[in-house]
């Protein structure tokens, strides 16, 4: 595989919080839009969500996921891939939230260090739990 066939796979691939898995996803969750539609400051804040997806989610912090953007937006800067001009439109115009609930047929799954299995049908517990596979069995 390529680099940019890596790079896309894991960008298509990575938890970026409130439930959106994927860079398409996350334009949905917190922008309501296709990726190819987000602006430099949308794009900005979901690359920054990279390095913390919980603690830089934009919709449980807002200052935090924005400060992050701020982060991306001077590295992208100083590694010659924006002007002066283009970061200050770009702070200008931050990221305007539109949140929206993930849709799991859109490219979005839950992220699986947070999913809960089903609870076990009504009086199956205990004993038919997988908890208790391999119990042994009561007696009396």
Known sequence: QSKDEILALYLNNIYLGAGATGMPAAARVYFDKGVSELSLAEGAL??????SPSALNPLGNLEGALDRTGVVLNAMLASGYLSEDELLEAQLHSAQL???????????????AHARPPPPPPGAWPRHHPANSRAPARRG
């Open 46 to 51: 979901l690359a920054g969500l990279i390095a």
């Open 98 to 112: 539109r949140p929206r609930r993930p849709d799991l047929g859109r490219g979005s799954r839950p992220d699986p």
